[in-house]
């Protein structure tokens, strides 16, 4: 079993910073792709950024600039730094991660989601 636990998220004003951690745990081999996505009420979810396990990070066009993804692997953690937050920034983040098992299977894990609300 592979767990995927978030934290970091809650209510910051226009303009302000917030850093989303996303840590995996469990029966993990290694960790391929991991990525960050976001869900806003009424929409489908989207991806907001992706990293790959040797550092190559690729970021949605409304989040470039301002947004850095980044991670540990000797943590098994990605982050997420959110910078000059919007308003149209806030909705559900979710982590994921591309993990091999230690029993050889390889699949896609979530994680449970953490609001992020931008608003004075």
């Known amino acids: 079993q592979v767990q995927l636990v978030e934290s970091g998220g809650g209510l910051v004003q226009p303009g302000g910073s917030l850093r989303l951690s996303c840590a995996a745990s469990g029966s993990i081999r290694s960790i391929d792709d991991m990525g960050w996505y976001r869900q806003a009420p009424g929409k489908q979810r989207d991806v907001v950024a992706t990293?790959?396990?040797?550092?190559?990070?690729d970021y949605a066009n409304s989040v470039k600039g301002r947004f850095t993804i980044s991670r540990d692997n000797a943590k098994n953690t990605v982050y997420l730094q959110m910078n000059s937050l919007k308003p149209e920034d806030t909705a559900v983040y979710y982590c994921n991660a591309e993990v091999l098992s230690t029993g050889w299977n390889r699949r896609t894990y979530w994680g449970q989601g953490t609001q992020v609300t931008v608003s004075s």
């Open positions: 990293i790959t396990s040797g550092g190559s990070t």
